[in-house]
Structures are given as structure tokens and as C-alpha cells.
């Protein structure tokens, strides 16, 4: 599949990368329609983001349509449209619990 891959600041290129698979229960794979930029990108591609490492995929707010899914995923179904938006939440810490998802612990 093609991925926007990190190589270091200002180095992006499109590389084949593996397919994705289920790992966790609350898994869902989701095959990308349409993407965005936003600022925030440009910060990864500067190299000023702690931890950035060559090779990382790269891509926070896409849309796209569920292609699989664990079978305990229970929000969205196979063929389902979604948007995914950069601010994804758990549901199960704390500032999830407190409706406050966008608070950092």
C-alpha cells in the first residue's frame, strides 16, 4: 500500500509499506478516500516534533470507509463511510471519562 513515509526534516516521499492487520479489540481498518493537510503537519515535516523517526507513516485526518474490523467494534460496521478527525479518543481514561477527551494527563 502506499503511505506518506517520514525521512528526516524536510524529507517525505510515498513508499510501499505492508497492509495493515487487526491487533488490538478496538481495531478498525479503514481504507483511505480522501485526505487533508493541516498546520500541525508542517510541524512533523520540519523535524520539530519530539520522537518523529524515519520510516513513520505519516497522516492524521483522513476519510475513508471501514474495510474491517474486531468483531468486539461495535460503533461502525464493515462499509460504513467515516471521517477521521486529528482529536481521537479513547473513551476509557480519565479525560474521556470527564468528557474532557482533549485534555493531556
Avoid at 513515509?5 to 516521499?13: A, D, E, I, K, S
Avoid at 513508499?15 to 487533508?36: F, N, V
Avoid at 485526518?61 to 468486539?72: A, H, L, N, S
Avoid at 481521537?88 to 493531556?104: E, L, Q, Y
Wanted: aromatic residues 4%; contains cysteine.
Amino acid at each position: 500500500m502506499k503511505s506518506l513515509v517520514y525521512h528526516g526534516p524536510r524529507g517525505v516521499q510515498i513508499d510501499d509499506k505492508p497492509h495493515p492487520s487487526i491487533q488490538h479489540q478496538e481495531d478498525a481498518i479503514i481504507r483511505i478516500t480522501s485526505t487533508a493537510l493541516c498546520g500541525s503537519d508542517l510541524h512533523l515535516y520540519h523535524g520539530t516534533v519530539p520522537g518523529m523517526q524515519p520510516g513513520q507513516t505519516l497522516g492524521h485526518e483522513f476519510m475513508g470507509v471501514v474495510d474491517e474490523i474486531w468483531p468486539e467494534v461495535h460503533e461502525v460496521q464493515v462499509g460504513d463511510k467515516v471521517l477521521i478527525p486529528f482529536n481521537i479518543c479513547c473513551g476509557h481514561c480519565s479525560p474521556c471519562m470527564h468528557k474532557r477527551p482533549m485534555v493531556t494527563m
